[in-house]
């Protein structure tokens, strides 16, 4: 008999803290250059965590470091589809399209990004970007359509 997923917070081995504290995990593992670990740690979390928007975007920022596009296209497609106005997911899939010569989709989705920071404070933090700003997304963003010749 196969004992039922537990809900991320009622985990009992090291991910028992949620999905934010094996966040803090993986992105160290990332930065120490672990990233095999890192990707399986946040693959693991994210068999019982499958809501949680940051841990598939996360999860797609590793991919596309070990050059697996498609899977991390797909696990931001994942993200999106949980949370809509997810900035940076939007972001990251627009970078994908352009790399892979979509400048059309490419363009949408940074378009995305400038419509959803319209409601933003210049001082807002984003979700899952390490203090990143919704006024200086938004700089980053218009460059790189400029940059690219996008807008």
């Known amino acids: 008999m196969t004992t039922p997923p537990v809900a ?7 991910e028992a803290e ?25 693959a693991k979390t994210l068999t019982t965590c499958k809501l949680d928007a940051g841990l598939h975007y996360l999860h797609a920022t590793i991919l596309q470091e070990l050059n697996r596009e498609a899977e991390a296209i797909a696990s931001l497609r994942r993200a999106l589809y949980l949370d809509p106005d997810f900035v940076l997911a939007h972001f990251a ?26 409601g933003r404070r210049e001082e807002d933090i984003l979700a899952e970007s390490e203090g990143l700003t919704a ?3 938004r700089e ?8 690219g010749r996008l807008a």
């Open 8 to 14: 991320c917070a009622e985990r009992k081995e090291p």
């Open 18 to 42: 949620g999905p934010n504290a094996v966040a803090l995990s993986v992105r160290a593992l990332a930065n120490q250059g672990r990233l095999a670990d890192a990707l399986a740690l946040c």
């Open 93 to 118: 899939l627009g970078n994908l399209a352009l790399r892979q010569g979509d400048v059309r989709t490419g363009r949408r989705n940074f378009e995305n990004v400038l419509a959803l920071l319209t």
């Open 135 to 137: 006024g200086r997304f």
């Open 140 to 147: 980053i963003v218009n460059a790189t359509l400029q940059i």
